[in-house]
Every structure is written in structure tokens, then in C-alpha cells.
């Protein structure tokens, strides 16, 4: 049975002193590259794990004071509500009191999850806004749904759920997809007007791409060559080769030849001496498919926060690392504990007309913000 090592895939200069030369440009971009995919699959490895716990902890000790808050919110709006009906206030402060009843309605019935809550809620912001909630609501998604459309070029049906983070991430994906579509149909239809050179160069191109491909399906190749456990007649190796098979595939259908030189490397395929002499011609082959899989693995990292950005609420341009997640849900959970305390507070001063008065008096109504449509395009991917 050949023993599995745990050498690092990267070329190396040759030990003979004779022969010490440096490494080529194209030996030092593979081992560039090989340090990027490592990278960025560290990366990714942080956020998987993170992510699952920041969510446990969320729901085990963050969503509980949360919602403890919003009822200590929604009984401030019963408050503030029977106090309209009871006292008399002058019109700046029925404006004000109208303002904040109305708003502290809409952000309540928007986390509610209480039917009977909810339907008081609506009751109360439509007694005091003078409006329909439901028909208003029905025509900010409508414009909410038209300005999506326009960011991302496309008509957005009625089964499209904009309150989720994946239906947004496939939006994206669906508009990255279109831009490519887009360009291949510009490229093709100037296929016509392309010049002699143009033509030979895109050729090149076609042949280059078909080496690269080749390159990779080689590897496969001896890797399945050497692994194929239907010729191995002794049960345990034929066990062992199997799950290496498996790897085989799953890496060969990512395209990951970083994991198919490891897999080589693990069952002594190739060693150190045959990576230091890999030919020009393949490195370039195998540099331009390592590019590819930096990209692909940046690609599914981003799109792995962006949806957790979407999920907590977090904005684009906070600075955010896998390893912050845990310490920021602290903040948090101090936060909201420190939030209670004071609308505990709040709601004994309420009981008294003076202190609401004093309080209207504070009050300052600022004009809400416009939606702002350049929010997604502050991810990348």
C-alpha cells in the first residue's frame, strides 16, 4: 500500500548546485497562485464555521432579548396611543406624537410574528397615519420590486421574495450570467467583421484553452489509472481507493487541480523532483486553470457574506472578518440588554403626561432616507 504524505504542492529549485538557477517566471506564478487558493480556502473554511455559530448563539441568546424588546416597544405604542386619546396636546406636539406612534407601529409590525399583535398594530398605525397599511405596503414592494428590476436589468415576477438573501444572490447570479450571455452574443455577432489577424489570434486562443483542458483531464486520468477500485482485488485497499475515488471526482468536476496534485502527491503519484520539472508549456496550462479556481473560490466566499451580511442586517461598507463575528454578536447582546433597561425606564416616566410632554419636546422629526439602489453594488463577485 503507498503511504500518504502531507507535502505542500509548490516548485521548488533544483538541488543540484549546478543546475541552481532560481525559479522562472512561470514557476514562481504557480506557486503564487498555489498560496491564493490556499488562501482563499482558509477563507472560506473560516466563514463556514463561523457563520453556523454566530447563528446558534443569535438564536440562543440574542433573539430572545430582541423579542423581549419589541414587546416592551409594543407596550410604549399602547401607551403613547392611550395618552392621544386621553390628554390634549398642542398641533406641533400631535404632530410629533403622530410621527412616532406611526413609525414605532411600521417597525413593530415588520418583526411581529403575533397575528393578534399584528392586526392591533395595523389598526393603530392606520387610526393614526390616516392610511391603509396593507395597500401601502403592497405599493412600496411594487416600486421596491421596479427599482431591483432596474439594478439588475431585469423584470422581477411576482414569485420573487425580496425579503431573502438567497433569492437576491441569485438575482445577482442571474444578472452576472446575462452580462456574459450578452458579451458571447456581441462576440459572435462581430465574427463577420474580424480581420484576418483577429481570427488567427482567436484560434490560438481555441487551441490554448482545448491544452488546458487536456491538461487537466491527464491528471484525472492517471489519478483514475492508479485509483480505480474495481482492480483492486483486497477489500480493505478497495475500500481505501474508493473514498480516494470520490475525492478524485468531486475535485476533477470543481476543476480543482490543486486538489488533484495533492491527491497525486498523497499516494506518491508524483514527488517533489517531478514538480520542479514540470515543462513551461504545462505550467502555463496549469497557471492559467489555478487562475480560474482563485477566482471561482474568491467568487463562492463573497457570496457566502453577502448573504450573511443580508441575513444580520450588516451594510456592505462595515468591516467584517469570520473571526469579528463572535465579538460583534457580544456588542450586540450587551446592546440590547442595555436597550431594555432603558425603555424599562422609559415606560414608568410614560405613565405621567409631563414626561410624555418632555419627551415630545426632545423629539426633532427628520425626513426618512431614500432607498438607497447603489447598496448592492457594493458587493462583488
Same mark, same amino acid.
Given at each position: 500500500m503507498k503511504k500518504s504524505t502531507s507535502s505542500i504542492v509548490q516548485v521548488t529549485p533544483l538541488a543540484e548546485p549546478a543546475k541552481q538557477t532560481g525559479l522562472s517566471r512561470a514557476q514562481k506564478s504557480f506557486n503564487k497562485l498555489i498560496k491564493e487558493i490556499e488562501t482563499e480556502r482558509a477563507k472560506f473554511k473560516l466563514w463556514q !464555521?463561523? =457563520?453556523?455559530?454566530?447563528?446558534?448563539?443569535?438564536? !440562543?441568546q440574542l433573539q430572545p432579548l430582541q423579542v423581549e424588546f419589541d414587546?416592551? #416597544?409594543i407596550t410604549m405604542l399602547r401607551l403613547l396611543d392611550q395618552a392621544f386619546e386621553q390628554y390634549k396636546f398642542t398641533k406641533p406636539e400631535t404632530k410629533k406624537l403622530t410621527h412616532i406612534i406611526c413609525d414605532l407601529a411600521e417597525e413593530l409590525i415588520a418583526v411581529s410574528d403575533d397575528t393578534d399583535d399584528t392586526d392591533e398594530? $395595523?389598526? =393603530?398605525?392606520?387610526?393614526?397615519?390616516? $392610511? @391603509?397599511? @396593507?395597500?401601502?405596503m403592497a405599493e412600496e414592494d411594487a416600486d421596491f420590486k421596479a427599482i431591483? &428590476?432596474? %439594478? +439588475?436589468?431585469?423584470? /422581477? &415576477?411576482?414569485?420573487?421574495?425580496?425579503d431573502s438573501p438567497a433569492d437576491i444572490a441569485k438575482l445577482m447570479q442571474a444578472k452576472a450570467q446575462q452580462s456574459r450571455d450578452d458579451q458571447e452574443r456581441q462576440t459572435q455577432q462581430a465574427q463577420r467583421k474580424k480581420s $484576418? $489577424?483577429?481570427l488567427m489570434k482567436e484560434a490560438q486562443l481555441q487551441e490554448e484553452q482545448k491544452n488546458i483542458t487536456l491538461s487537466l483531464r491527464e491528471v484525472y486520468r492517471k489519478l483514475v489509472s492508479s485509483l480505480h477500485p474495481d482492480r483492486e482485488p483486497d477489500a480493505a485497499e478497495r475500500k481505501r481507493k474508493t473514498e480516494l475515488m470520490q475525492r478524485v471526482n468531486v475535485a476533477y468536476e470543481?476543476? @480543482? /487541480?490543486?486538489? +488533484?496534485?495533492?491527491l497525486?502527491? !498523497? %499516494? !506518491?503519484? =508524483?514527488?517533489?523532483?517531478?514538480?520542479?520539472?514540470?515543462?513551461?508549456? #504545462?505550467?502555463k496550462y496549469f497557471n492559467k486553470i489555478l487562475t480560474e479556481q482563485v477566482n471561482e473560490l474568491k467568487y463562492e466566499t463573497n457570496e457566502l457574506e453577502f448573504i450573511f451580511r443580508m441575513q444580520a442586517n450588516i451594510p456592505p461598507h462595515v468591516s467584517l472578518k469570520?473571526?469579528? +463575528?463572535?465579538r460583534m454578536l457580544e456588542q450586540f447582546i450587551r446592546d440590547a440588554r442595555a436597550d431594555i433597561d432603558a425603555i424599562e425606564a422609559d415606560l414608568v416616566e410614560l405613565q405621567e403626561l409631563n414626561q410624555i410632554k418632555a419627551m415630545l419636546k426632545q423629539v426633532k422629526i427628520t425626513k426618512r432616507p431614500d432607498y438607497d439602489d447603489n447598496f448592492l453594488d457594493d458587493f462583488h463577485f
Open positions: !464555521e463561523a =457563520i453556523p455559530q454566530y447563528q446558534t448563539q443569535y438564536a !440562543e414587546q416592551a #416597544r398594530l $395595523k389598526a =393603530i398605525y392606520n387610526k393614526h397615519s390616516g $392610511k @391603509d397599511f @396593507d395597500t401601502e431591483m &428590476g432596474e %439594478i +439588475l436589468g431585469m423584470e /422581477l &415576477g411576482d414569485d420573487v421574495d425580496l $484576418k $489577424k483577429t470543481k476543476q @480543482d /487541480l490543486l486538489g +488533484l496534485l495533492e497525486q502527491l !498523497e %499516494i !506518491e503519484q =508524483i514527488d517533489q523532483n517531478m514538480l520542479n520539472t514540470l515543462s513551461e508549456d #504545462r505550467l469570520p473571526g469579528e +463575528l463572535m
